[in-house]
């Protein structure tokens, strides 16, 4: 290996490093604007000098590769000389007004003055002003802060892949906009506001709302999706004020998503905070114990065939562990689903129902094929893995229905289930594609696992793929991507119902009216027809499944509470409590087991704690926070179907409005407005 | 330079002349498979000989979606050039030189006819709408100073009365003669050749 001196200390580095990276590596920290890790390089905000031997001039470490034998000196005078006069020239322009900016606190241009900087400039011309320039409902611009450094721009071309961001004119004229001041078409735009070095993009919601010093940071797991991101919650008092994202290589790379960050808003509002009760057609707010009454009442003169329980999309698995408990012990009823749409399942193999090739899998791929997904919407960070997979391996995508753009290009090969059979009887092109494969991926979208043609389709693919060895321990192509964040536990748990001839018995039981009484644990997403049914809503919002119950029972959001999530990859990670739920709402383990003893009995769990142990006991998957646990791989498992002849659709997911919380966020409520001004006036190109 | 300002006016349409579309593709398959995009400077010089000499913002997505990139590439690189105008300058557009060796022979008084004759300030259409003028950095003709240039010819040699009857001959939609208003030869001496007399087209 090659090796470099740095600040007279030897180091052995791996070829194609820069010298900035080599420095780091030795431990001599380097001051930076433009340079981000996951970005290509700029070089253009010379803040990384460094003095190399030999070289009469300092030289931009960001952009020199480092070579066999170097000298780099990063503690010279020399060097302290050449960051004071670059960090002189970045603040000529810039706008001293850190009281009313909203960076302050977190600036890179403020904590790298103070440590690199004069203090006091010799700059008494005028400064240039920059009108502000409008950027969607997210972004809040200030132009006259910006330096240059072209992170924005980058991300928005390379990571988001909608090239809307540019620098126009030159010099000192230079500004940075979007083509006309459109807002960014991109669920992913938001993370440019922490790209940015200075204060030029903050965040719009969160204007002036706080101090970064002032807020309790909580490092939680996000619920938006079933990407399972990994956040920090920034809470001031009990009120959280933002999102922000938490570095996972693994997971989400240091992006988040637009609703994973802004749909926080929504935790405030359409809040239930006492339980309600429906007396002569209207919800009258009531007490716990009156409450838990009616419900007694009602569950003792119901024989356990006609009680239905089905959870939510945003539930943690101590709730549907209890919730299942509850149902099996005391209410002596198995009639449980996690499922809110017909979608095809078959628990019988864990690699059946998550992304078995993981989201740091997709990495390796050489072939894809989308199945009836829109990954874009339905999981938008896993959407941004394949875009980066594409543009460093330029890999061949396919896509059997139509899912709209992308932001990387594929080829829509069909979009019905014979093209299907075409490719599993090899008459088709892609087979060959399939047998000179090393690791292909094919993701499953729940819109290609609805209806009747579910089973064929999930069936076919899976004896397809082991008869060309695609699913082995070593590499697993069958991925089903799920859109729930509760969806992968709840079927780990086993909250669902099935047999032999139909998939949903509960969903169509429900159809049928054929249930007397509907427990609904934060299950929101639910369509049917109500009759006689007596629902009590288990949640935190006033939302659909509110709107239809006789019984509210208030408890909180996720980020009120500890929980456990599995992610789409059956990955097991914690979300932790960061603020409290507003007024009377209680935690779902307490209600139950609170209407467990008003019914007379007992789950024998006395705490939280208790119930999270018997939770990560009751399964080695769940013990092992932050990993996957992987399953050994059953070729020999599988099952009869018959070909479906059928249309494949993409169900259109309302992104910005997939769930209550987003649904109740006004921010998100604007985002979906312009989007949807966007579409119908087709100004978007 | 002068900051960059798009026109409020855009026209609806812009689309290139049958003759400039045949010279469109020549130019854009002078590049190598997925380089296109290169192509997008002379096209974008392209419009602006069509187009009365600005380009419009149709026709920065015209050539967005001819090229297959961003608006927004298009429209950065519009931005960058100085000699990209993004909004009307007439069918006249004149630069008047008033760097060194034309400052000290008299651009001056070229500035002087044109604010007299088009109009008060700089990148303002004249009365009839038919030009516009702007001071420019040199232009390389600093032997026949001092010059002008409307559209794509050079005025040489001028003094106030020649500008003058160039500007009144342009404000009336008539083409001036282009080159040395002494009579000269591209830039040989006043007086004639001194070297090379043998070679008749040195």
Known sequence: MPK????????????GLTVLQVCELAGAEIPRFCYHEKLSIAGNCRMCLVEIEKSPKPIASCAMPATDGMVVKTNTPFVEKARKGMMEFLLANHPLDCPVCDQGGECDLQDQSLYYGFDHSRFTENKRQVKEKYMGPLIKTEMTRCIHCTRCIRFATEVAGIPELGAIGRGEDMEITTYLEKSMDSELSANVIDLCPVGALTSKPYAFEARPWDLKKTESIDVMDAVGSNIRIDTYGWEVKRVLPKINEDINDEWISDKTRYACDGLLKQRLDTPYIRENGKLIQTSWTKALKKIVKKLNNTKP?????????????ESMFIFKE??????????????????YLNPKNRMNYIFNSSINGIEQCDLMLLVGTN??????????????????????????????????????IGSNTQVLKEIIDEKHEISDKFKQSKKPIVIIGESALKNDYGEYVFESIKNYLIKNNHITNEWNALNILTQNASRVGAVDLGLYKLNKKDNFPILNKLDTNEFKILYLLG????????????????????????????????????TEKDGHFINLEGRIQKAFKASYPPGDAKEDWDIINQLSKALGKTLNINSRKELEERLINSSSIHSKIGEIVKSKVDTNETQEFSFVNSKIEIDFVDYY????????????????????????????? | MSVKKVATNQPEFFQFSDENLNKAKKIINKYPEKKQSSALMPLLFLVQKQNENWIPLVAMKYLAKMLDIPYIQVYEVATFYSMYNLSPVGKYFVQVCTTTPCMISGAGKLVEVCKNKISQNQNELSANKICSWMEVECLGACVNAPMLQINDDYFEDLDKEKTEEIIDMILNDKSPKAGSYKNRKSSEPESGRTTLINLKDA
Not at chain 1, 305 to 317: C, F, N, Q, S
Not at chain 1, 326 to 343: G, V
């Open chain 1, 305 to 317: 065939e006609e009680i239905a329980g089905i959870v939510g999309d945003l539930v943690d698995m």
């Open chain 1, 326 to 343: 509850f149902f099996n012990k005391i209410l002596t009823s198995s009639n449980l689903e996690c499922r809110t749409k017909k979608t």
């Open chain 1, 4 to 15: 470099i001196t740095v600040n007279e200390k030897k180091i052995e580095f791996e070829e």
């Open chain 1, 375 to 412: 990954p874009r919407s339905e999981a938008t960070i896993l959407n941004a893995r394949i875009r980066k997979t594409y543009v460093e391996n330029d890999i061949e995508i396919f896509s059997i229905g139509n899912p709209g753009d992308l932001t990387y290009p594929y080829k829509i």
């Open chain 1, 657 to 685: 409005f997939s769930n209550h919380i987003a649904r109740s966020s006004m921010t998100m409520n604007e985002c979906r407005s312009i989007k949807n001004k966007l579409l119908s006036t087709g100004t978007k190109g």
């Open chain 1, 523 to 558: 299950a929101d997403e639910l369509r049917f027809n109500k009759k006689n049914e007596f629902i009590i809503y288990q949640g935190s919002h006033g939302d659909l499944g509110a709107q239809i119950a006789d019984v509210i029972l208030p408890s909180p959001t996720y």
